[in-house]
């Protein structure tokens, strides 16, 4: 699976948009984006994920690059219960293959 | 979206036992399932991929005879440690995916074990 770089943390004010980057420059053409944060002291969940299109859905938008060089996932109206460590992930989209987790973003949510 | 459940959430034991912990797909069958650990402030580890009805892939530098896995059936895998000591004490996580969900990976709420 290709890396990805993200920063290690973010700030974000309460009810603003947190717009979280990822880079994943060697992404190949089969790999999709995914998204999953982590609260403290549970399991990862998941957030979106998309190939080559933007996507929203209920929690969040994923605006990725023409290019697919680069990803950009946006949470409209940022929560304290959004402060979380964010994981950008790019895996070819098969049952059989795993996730492989980068640093993230801790994402800090402040009122 | 799929669940992942996990238990126990929290266990204690005594160093030299042996614990097990359960992961299961509630509404779906999971033919894939992985194992990771993760340590504080540290990103999750994937420690082996269990496939039902045969042998888990371990990931270099994890012991297969120290963290045992078994995928008996389409919604269950379990992970036993086995002689656990001190620093096994970690936080254990599965997920599984299946075909229908887009092969989107869910995961367990975890499980922490702590050995004493």
């Known amino acids: 699976d290709a890396k990805t770089t993200q920063p290690p943390s973010m700030d974000c004010a309460e009810g603003r948009a947190a717009n979280l980057p990822c880079n994943h420059s060697?992404?190949?053409?089969?790999?999709?984006v995914y998204w999953y944060r982590q609260i403290h002291s549970q399991g990862p969940q998941y957030i979106i994920h998309g190939l080559k299109n933007n996507e929203t859905n209920e929690m969040a938008s994923l605006i990725i690059t023409e290019d697919r060089k680069s990803s950009t996932l946006i949470l409209p109206h940022a929560t304290l219960r959004d402060t979380a460590v964010y994981y950008c992930?790019?895996?070819?989209?098969?049952?059989?293959?795993?996730?492989?987790f980068g640093g993230g973003t801790r994402l800090m949510v402040k009122p | 979206g799929a669940v992942v459940s996990q238990h126990p959430s929290r266990v204690i034991c005594k160093s030299g036992t042996s614990v097990k912990i359960e992961c299961r797909s509630l509404d779906f069958q999971a033919t894939t399932m992985f194992w990771y650990r993760q340590f504080p402030k540290k990103s999750l580890m994937l420690m082996a991929t269990?496939?039902?009805?045969?042998?888990?892939?371990?990931e270099q530098g994890v012991e297969k005879d120290k963290f045992l896995i078994n995928h008996a059936s389409l919604t269950l895998s379990t992970l036993t440690v086995t002689s656990a000591h001190p620093e096994d004490s970690s936080f254990y996580i599965c997920s599984a995916s299946y075909s229908n969900s887009g092969n989107t990976i869910y995961f367990g709420e975890g499980s922490w074990l702590t050995v004493v």
């Open positions: 060697t992404i190949s053409g089969n790999e999709y």
């Open positions: 269990s496939n039902e009805g045969s042998k888990a892939t371990y």
């Open positions: 992930i790019v895996r070819v989209g098969n049952a059989g293959n795993m996730l492989t």
